[in-house]
């Protein structure tokens, strides 16, 4: 996999679970602006509200979540394979012979 192509996808990876966070959370005020009966709040309908509210907000950090670390995790490796690149390239310019120059990677 090429390191462009890896590291959009873990941006990707990241927006998409941020957004489906976000998502979850707009619907749980969506459902508790919309279907809560104002006039009639008893017990029972309070009870059901903040079990919706929470189920919703927790389904939308638990399929959110496991996309966000794997596009941190991705590129988190990404930038580990740019660093020991350098330090590579730093180790051969420091043991490479005074008349020979090595050629820098772009």
Do not use: C, K, Y
Not at 40 to 61: K, R
């Amino acid at each position: 996999m090429n390191a462009r192509v890896a590291q959009l996808s873990g941006q990707i990876a990241t927006f998409l679970g941020f957004g489906f966070v976000v998502f979850g959370l707009l619907l749980t005020l969506f459902v508790l602006v919309v279907d809560v009966p104002w006039r009639h709040l008893t017990g029972t309908a309070l009870l059901e509200q903040t079990s919706t509210a929470v189920l919703l907000s927790l389904m939308g950090l638990l399929t959110g979540v496991p996309f966000i670390i794997l596009g941190q995790i991705m590129l988190v490796l990404v930038r580990q394979n740019h660093l020991l690149e350098r330090i590579e390239q730093a180790f051969e310019r420091r043991n490479a012979p005074n008349d020979e120059a090595v050629p820098r990677a772009a």
